[in-house]
């Protein structure tokens, strides 16, 4: 398998990214993972032993809800949906982050 | 072995639908990862192996999940719980003789706080009741006497730390008329602000107003609620009407409420109130040396003992300077009411709360030794759990939930003692222990039992938890456990030495006793209780108003009394043995006559012809007291050889007969000693010996003939059954008048026993503490040898291939266990010694230091911990040689 350059997550990104991806319905675990290494053309590189504590984390925080149901093949898994909080959080975070990548393009640009 | 572990392992971790919930969700992830691989051309085994790597750590996930968890502890317990519930099943011994000991141990301790919380804890029941005081006067020669009212009236007036202050005195009398039987009552007269300055409400009716605690004043009293309840079936009516008090109409003004408590409901003069008031023109009443009252008082609110403490001393001093002949060195004290009360309970409660601690610890110990022979066995576990992932904080709350759950079994096992020991000792305490009655297992009982499960359960528990989570993983995964167990054996001799020096301590401290109560019993009383029946005759005041009266209704009922068939002989005296004592201040022989207060004092009786003879009291020297012996005659006296011994040293017993002594307040007159007796023991068996002076009754000052005549006590000496004896009386005294009431009916026997109810109470407590922690010594030093044998069995067997003899093996191991003992028992021993004044004050006839105890204890626990290392030493020297040496 040829390896691509990867970049790991920046702290807290991995969050944000669960809770925008999971805006538009629930998923699985496996569904994020791939979402994320498609979405991001197999740059952002997601360990499922970083995913499943993150997603585990957000339901404890009441922002995502978790649910039982059936995957593509049939099989039991476990899905997770935004909860109102959730949407919220995701609001707030996308705003924090335009500010910081604004923030920073500018110095790389300007400086 | 280890796959089986393995599985038991992760049975255990995955028992809760969380975990299984956690388990589905990674698997379906590895499965799809699988898949993935599968469909691009792995082979199965392939493909599973990329996904697992892939993962990256499956354990440490899991892991990572269940921390994301902010509630873990709350959500691993039930797993935790359920983990420990099977080791405990696996290791059913085991948690039996946790259980047990923890049980006893538990028990012990909280049926002695249910005693400690009644008696001396439980405030009394009375608004602030902690400002509730007693005062009293202070002499040199009597260091906590009564108060003369008038001093009473001076300070009252004069306080200022003081809100309240009221003066009670202890009388005591006949009840009769309403149709109801006559019947005998003790109550006290007591000043009009005696309930206010306790604080007590009356149930019905009223107190004394100022003009009835005046001399003169209407007569009136206040009844208690079960007097209320025995004689008028608890009528509110019974206020306002008269009834007959000593053959006078008193007007019941008052009934007390049920909880009334002054000195306990149940052992109490508290039947009747009068007004004291009315007292006042009695001549002991005006004299500031004659001290018949105790003074109740209430504290300012803020104002301190000390400060208490400081003001009637100083009103004391005053006193003394303004009447330096009768208050010249008289001081005050002030104690708290609580404290008044149950005093000389203190002592004896703490002695045995602190030996239910030792035994508590005790417990804990063998516990944590049991716990750590158990975790050695268990590091292997515990190691493929590290190896699996689990943190060791987790490891550690685990193996702590298990000592919980051990703890809380033993816990409600001990609850369970504790509700049966606290029944018991409700009822069979001995009456001599005040607010026992109140003895419950209330919600601060089971609180303290809980308590002390759970911090007895992290006490024992901590040590092993932490010592088996810090296995070494390599080590224990390549050797099989042996080579890491030094650490542990080294910490359990450590407990076991520990746990013998607390042991010795406890069995020294009830062995000291068990030698006191010895003593105590051999105590020669100085009297022949044996088949002596006593009683006391109460002569109602009004019908018996003048000596004329009384003196010959004694004469004839003791005629009637000797009449009756079987009697031996019977004695009419001011006070029996183990009854009332009276004690007077005399002249002795040859002295000046001194002041009241600063005269030696004498246990005075005043007792009719043949007394000596009912009682079997010896005589050493002159005569007995006979029917000649009467007013008018020569006055005579007969004395106790303390006496002799103490106020005419270095005469021959011979030559105390003919002196001369003088009883003060008694008319004075000197009186002939004619003859020795030997020293009773009046009061009890371990009692001071305070010099004894019999008076003939008939003798007695004519004012005191018709006060002591009015309340005597009858002593029969008979060749018949007590009961048949009483009723005989009972009938011979009814035919002559039936209003006349008759109690404290008792055998001497009978009476002595009671009188060593305390201290056997006691003694008996701490022989089942005693006897429990020498078994758990046992336990413990036995589990540790044997253990250390199981440990050595390889080294043994090499020994005994070089040529060990089995006795070398058995000296050895026995040796081993010795040494631990005499460690221990040093220890102990030393600490006994230094605890030894704690408890003199419970000792009678044996010093705290006693070397008899010391070395019998010391022999005992040597002769146990030999017998408890030698069954394994004997097992270790049986080994089978080839078996042995094969074991890996």
């Not at chain 2, 005062?135 to 108060?147: C, Y």
């Not at chain 2, 308590?451 to 080590?475: D, K, W």
Request: aromatic share 6%; with cysteine.
């Amino acid at each position: 398998m040829a390896r691509k350059q990867k970049a790991d997550l920046l702290q807290g990104t991995l969050e944000l990214l669960v809770l925008r991806l999971l805006q538009s319905g629930a998923l699985n675990g496996w569904d994020i993972m791939q979402r994320i290494r498609l979405v991001s053309g197999d740059v952002l590189s997601v360990t499922p032993g970083a995913l499943y504590p993150a997603l585990h984390r957000l339901e404890e925080r009441g922002l995502v809800a978790a649910g039982w149901g059936a995957s593509d093949n049939n099989r039991r898994a476990k899905f997770y949906s935004l909860t109102a909080a959730g949407r919220k959080q995701l609001q707030a975070e996308r705003q924090t982050w335009a500010r910081f990548t604004g923030a920073v393009e500018a110095l790389l640009r300007d400086a | 072995m280890l796959r089986r572990l393995l599985r038991r392992v992760r049975a255990a971790l995955t028992s809760t639908r969380a975990e299984r919930d956690l388990r589905d969700e990674l698997q379906l992830h590895l499965d799809l990862q699988t898949e993935q691989f599968l469909r691009a051309g792995m082979t199965p085994a392939e493909a599973r192996a990329a996904a697992l790597r892939e993962f990256g750590g499956l354990e440490q996930a899991r892991e990572a999940c269940r921390d994301a968890r902010g509630l873990a502890v709350l959500r691993e317990l039930p797993q935790d719980l359920r983990y420990a519930g099977r080791m405990l099943r696996r290791d059913f011994g085991l948690t039996l003789v946790v259980m047990t000991t923890l049980g006893v141990g538990i028990g012990a301790n909280t049926a002695l706080f249910s005693v400690v919380d009644a008696v001396l804890l439980k405030p009394l029941p009375f608004p602030d009741s902690d400002r509730l005081v007693i005062l009293k006067e202070q002499t040199a020669s009597r260091p906590n006497r009564a108060v003369a009212f008038p001093d009473f009236l001076d300070w009252r007036a004069r306080t200022s730390a003081f809100e309240d202050m009221a003066a009670a005195l202890i009388v005591g009398g006949v009840l009769s008329g309403d149709g109801v039987d006559a019947e005998r009552v003790f109550g006290r007269a007591v000043t009009r602000e005696f309930f206010a300055t306790l604080g007590a409400a009356l149930a019905l009716g009223r107190t004394f107003t100022a003009d009835e605690d005046q001399p003169g004043g209407a007569r009136v009293m206040v009844i208690s609620h079960a007097v209320w309840l025995r004689r008028y079936g608890g009528d509110r009516r019974a206020v306002g009407r008269a009834t007959s008090y000593n053959g006078e109409s008193h007007t019941i003004v008052g009934v007390l409420p049920e909880t009334f408590d002054y000195y306990g409901r149940t052992n109490a003069n508290n039947d009747i109130f009068v007004p004291l008031g009315q007292l006042k023109t009695q001549s002991y009443m005006q004299r500031r040396d004659s001290s018949p009252v105790l003074v109740l008082a209430r504290m300012k609110a803020g104002v301190t003992l000390e400060r208490a403490r400081a003001d009637l001393s100083a009103l004391a001093a005053s006193l003394a300077q303004e009447h330096p002949a009768t208050n010249g060195g008289v001081g005050a004290t002030v104690t708290p009411l609580l404290e008044d009360y149950v005093g000389d309970m203190r002592l004896a409660l703490s002695v045995l709360l602190g030996a239910s601690w030792l035994l508590l610890t005790i417990a804990c110990v063998n516990v944590a030794n049991l716990l750590l022979a158990r975790a050695s066995s268990r590091r292997q576990e515990i190691a493929v759990r590290l190896a699996l992932g689990a943190r060791r904080g987790r490891i550690v709350r685990q193996l702590l939930t298990e000592s919980l759950l051990l703890s809380s079994i033993g816990g409600a096992l001990g609850l369970f003692l504790a509700w049966i020991a606290a029944g018991w000792l409700a009822q069979s305490a001995p009456i001599a222990l005040s607010r026992m009655e109140e003895v419950v297992l209330d919600w601060r009982v089971v609180l303290f039992g809980a308590a002390t499960t759970t911090i007895t359960g992290l006490a024992f528990g901590i040590a092993p938890a932490l010592q088996t989570s810090g296995v070494e993983l390599q080590q224990v995964m390549r050797a099989s456990g042996r080579a890491v167990s030094g650490g542990g054996k080294r910490l359990r001799e450590a407990l076991v030495v520990g746990q013998v020096a607390l042991c010795v301590a406890l069995l020294i401290a009830t062995g000291l006793l068990v030698r006191s109560f010895q003593r105590l019993v051999e105590q020669d009383p100085g009297y022949d209780p044996a088949n002596v029946v006593t009683m006391r005759l109460r002569l109602p005041d009004a019908r018996y108003r003048t000596r004329e009266q009384v003196l010959p209704v004694l004469d004839a009922l003791t005629k009637r009394i000797a009449a009756i068939p079987g009697i031996d002989s019977v004695s009419l005296t001011s006070g029996v043995p183990l009854g009332r004592r009276s004690d007077q201040a005399f002249v002795p022989p040859g002295r000046p006559a001194e002041r009241r207060d600063r005269a030696p004092l004498a246990l005075t009786q005043w007792v009719g012809p043949g007394y000596h003879q009912t009682l079997g009291i010896g005589v050493l020297a002159g005569r007995t007291f006979t029917a000649a012996d009467r007013a008018g005659a020569a006055p005579v006296a007969i004395v106790d050889d303390e006496f002799a011994r103490r106020y005419l040293p270095g005469r021959e017993l011979a030559a105390v007969l003919g002196q001369r002594v003088r009883l003060l307040g008694d008319g004075e007159v000197p009186r002939e000693i004619v003859g020795v007796v030997r020293h009773i023991h009046h009061s009890s068996l371990e009692e001071d010996s305070r010099a004894e002076i019999y008076i003939p009754f008939d003798q007695a000052e004519p004012t005191w003939q018709l006060e002591i005549g009015r309340a005597m006590d009858i002593a029969v000496r008979s060749g018949v059954a007590a009961e048949a004896v009483v009723s005989g009386i009972r009938a011979a005294i009814r035919a002559f008048d039936p209003e006349l009431p008759l109690s404290h009916v008792t055998t001497l026997e009978a009476a002595l026993d009671r009188s060593m109810g305390a201290r056997l109470f006691n003694l008996v407590l701490l022989l089942v503490f005693g006897g429990a922690a020498l078994l758990l010594c046992v336990v413990g030093i036995y589990g540790v040898v044997s253990y250390s044998v199981s440990q050595r069995t390889r080294e043994i067997g090499v020994r005994m291939t070089l040529g060990a003899r089995p006795e070398d093996v058995v000296r050895m191991i026995v040796g081993r266990g010795l040494r631990m003992v005499l460690l221990g028992a040093a220890g102990g021993a030393i600490s006994a010694l230094m605890l030894a004044r704690l408890i003199e004050g419970l000792l009678f006839g044996v010093r705290a230091r006693d070397p008899i105890t010391f070395a019998s204890v010391l022999a005992l626990l040597t002769i146990v911990a030999a017998a408890a290392s030698y069954l394994p030493a004997r097992r270790a020297a049986g080994l089978d040689l080839a078996a042995a040496l094969r074991q890996d």
